[in-house]
């Protein structure tokens, strides 16, 4: 009898299930044979990728037969100049996730513990088993990391610490003198992930210094996306923040031309596009407001947010009514797990997306729908 594949794949395999992405629009659809689906289970940019970006690409179309600069060598010099680092503390990524990935393969090894908040962002979890690591899974307090248990949490066997600044799925981000002092408190051979997907809607006040900790040489990566308020997750490109003797470590493993022409051109065009960031800030602030004010309305919160998505308890089932709005053609995204089996999380999205949210969430609690499959 030969092996199975089973018996052939890494152990670590065991247990663990595919990620679950949001339902594509298209798939939604043709599935229900609808049209007019609105999809707000991914936490995209509800305008749409920067228009400058899009004029990048059409340029950059052109040039599709070459493979891209591999070192990503504009795009990095640009980042360079706004964050006060070189391009040698940069790395960029197939979106941020592969840089995720690249860290855990880079130096997680089986029996290292990793200290992660529950509930997170679920990659984190997902490369820590997949690498054969413990898991210290330490509770939210208030729905934010708990710094102060997290710091205590580190023990000599600890490798990777990850903080997602603001966290998925729950929006919220941390003072920044908690970072500071969680900094202090955690051994210098400690790896720290500050994950900052959403940073650019965080209000100024929040936002902490994380690539100060790059520049003092601790063991620190920031991780930034292009896939959030710049509109292009389609293309996946993000980038990592780190001391250069981490890049270089990173570039050993990486892939060689790991973003596109594409995306690096667009990526670029992107970053100088402020007039397209301020009104993706301000659709938000908007939609977040009206969200609130409405859920409020039908005795429904969750915590604030500093990100441009909103968790919120419904109190019921929470993948049932997640069911019940796809086949209203509004798609979100259900959580489940120890502490979500009740919430959902929503994508703050444009004007008519956040009404059409609130009178289809009307319309299934009303109508009970969601207690009939
Ligand atoms: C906290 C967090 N980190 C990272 C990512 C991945 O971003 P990217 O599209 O750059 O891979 C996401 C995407 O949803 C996220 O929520």
Redesign the pocket.
Known sequence: MPKSLEELASPFLKGLVPYLPGKPVEEVERELGIKGAVKLA??ENPLGPSPQAVRALREALSNSHRYPDGGGYYLKRALADRLEVTSEHLIL?N????I?DLMARCFLLPGDEVVIADPA?V?YGMLAHLQGCEKILVPLKGWTHDLEAMAKAVTSKTKMVFI?NP??PTGTAVKPGEIEAFMQAVSEDVLVVI?E??IEYVPEELVPDSVGFVRQGRWVIV?R????IYGL?GL???YGIAPPSMVELLNRARAPFNTNVLAQRAALAALDDRQHIASSRKVNELGKAYLTTELGRLGLQGPPSAANFLLIDLKRDGRAVAEALLRKGVIVRPLGGRYLSTHIRVTIGTPPENERFIEALKSVLQSGSHLRS
Do not use: P, Q, V, W
Not at 95 to 98: A, D, F, I, L
Not at 225 to 228: A, R
């Open positions: 991914s936490n990524g979106g941020c996730n592969e995720l962002f990659l997602g966290n998925n994950d997907a959403y991780l996306t292009f896939s959030k997750a996946r490109i993000g």
